[in-house]
């Protein structure tokens, strides 16, 4: 079981997530709506893994994650995003996101991409 640290600035992703996530028996330990709020509650929760959206308002989820990577090398994040273009997906792995899931995605595609960031 892991501690999910949910980012989207969509009440109703954040819900989808969390339930897709907690029912493969994972605990989200916080949810942000927007990149400085995924920062913060990163810092102060210390999660196994990040679900990132890329476009919020306030800081954009690239932003938050060269933040998080930059004060903890280690962290697991997953973008997740509408935007599939290659560009964003490119600019998301060189920020150091670990994996990257294209919305809408369906539960087995973000499970497999959590566990497979989790084993490493």
Do not use: W
């Not at 920062?39 to 476009?55: E, G, N, R, S, W």
């Amino acid at each position: 079981m892991a501690n999910i640290l949910v980012v989207d600035d969509a009440a109703f992703m954040r819900m989808m997530v969390k339930t897709m996530v907690e029912r493969a028996g994972h605990h989200v330990i916080a949810e942000a709506q927007n990149g400085q709020e995924a920062v913060a509650l990163y810092h102060q929760h210390k999660p196994d893994l990040v679900t990132m959206d890329i476009t919020m308002p306030e800081m954009d989820g690239i932003e938050a994650v060269k933040q998080i990577k930059s004060q903890d090398a280690h962290a697991k994040v997953i973008m997740c995003s509408a935007m599939g273009q290659q560009q964003m997906v490119i600019e998301a792995i060189q920020s150091g996101a670990s994996d990257f899931v294209v919305k809408p995605f369906q539960e087995p595609r973000l499970l497999e991409a959590i566990q497979k960031v989790l084993a490493k």
